[in-house]
């Protein structure tokens, strides 16, 4: 029995056409009551749909209507049921951002990719790190830091020079962006189970962000990270090209 689909498109005039289009092959079954959810646009809208799919845990299989395309298979009108019959799974899992800011309110969030502290002015940030509750770093002066899963590995990680982390490897990127204090240091690789705390030394004085994907909370004084394992979100790939193979290819890219 073929699954139900429900297609779902960025406000791209491009993913809008493949919208259209594929409905009329296909049919369209409504997100709520549908097997698999395709995606049509880029990276930042199957973001935008993982985050979307929380709650229900449908399937993803995303389709570039966009522009980087990395989360996304190649767009073809023709097999789409046979492609998805066939797809591999990715399954990846949030991280859970719990941060105070200066007037003492607590605000949660989850990241698919990153969480990620950065400074709101021209002074450089001040922070202390400790890992499951053991202090790591007594002051990191920097422009930011980020946690990164294995599937954010290759985005806003990979650009801050840190590591590509394979998806069944369970660590997470623990990555410093400019850092000035201490100037040599890389970041680290952590279990996934570790769970990481910043502090933010001199807040006032200079002040700093916590974002987690596209949510950003300003004036942090503290913020916790750690994996979220209960909860599972499954992307599709084309055979041959699943998510693990694209990290893979992207280690020996110039």
């Given amino acids: 029995m073929a699954p139900r689909l429900a297609f779902l498109a960025s406000d791209r005039p491009e993913a809008q056409a493949a919208r259209a289009a594929l409905?009329?092959?296909?049919?369209?079954?409504?997100?709520?009551?549908?097997?698999?959810?395709?995606?049509?646009?880029?990276?930042?809208?199957m973001l935008e749909m993982l985050h979307r799919s929380l709650a229900g845990h449908k399937p993803i299989y995303g389709m570039n209507r966009g522009s980087v395309g990395f989360l996304m298979n190649e767009y073809v009108e023709q097999g789409l049921l046979e492609r998805i019959a066939g797809a591999e799974r990715a399954v990846?899992?949030?991280l859970v951002m719990r941060a105070v800011d200066s007037a003492g309110s607590r605000h949660d969030a989850l990241a698919i990719n990153e969480v990620s502290l950065l400074r709101q002015t021209f002074q450089s940030a001040k922070l202390r790190i400790?890992?499951?509750?053991k202090p790591r770093m007594d002051?990191?002066?920097c422009d930011?830091?980020?946690?990164?899963?294995?599937?954010?590995?290759?985005?806003?990680?990979?650009?801050?020079?840190?590591?590509?982390?394979?998806?069944?490897a369970e660590v997470l990127a623990l990555t410093p962006i400019s850092a000035f204090r201490p100037r040599r240091w890389r970041g680290a690789l952590l279990s996934h189970e570790a769970k990481v705390r910043f502090e933010i030394l001199e807040a006032e004085k200079r002040p700093v962000s916590a974002v987690a994907d596209n949510v950003e909370v300003r004036d942090v004084v503290a913020v916790d990270v750690a994996e979220d394992r209960s909860i599972a979100l499954t992307l599709l790939f084309d055979a041959g090209r699943s998510l693990e193979e694209r990290v893979l290819a992207e280690q020996f890219t110039a």
């Fill in 92 to 94: 990846i899992h949030p």
């Fill in 139 to 141: 002051e990191l002066i």
């Fill in 144 to 168: 930011g830091i980020l946690v990164a899963t294995p599937a954010g590995s290759t985005a806003y990680n990979l650009s801050a020079h840190g590591p590509i982390i394979p998806l069944n």
């Fill in 23 to 45: 409905s009329r092959v296909y049919g369209e079954t409504s997100e709520d009551e549908a097997d698999v959810v395709v995606a049509l646009g880029g990276d930042g809208f």
């Fill in 130 to 133: 400790a890992i499951d509750g």
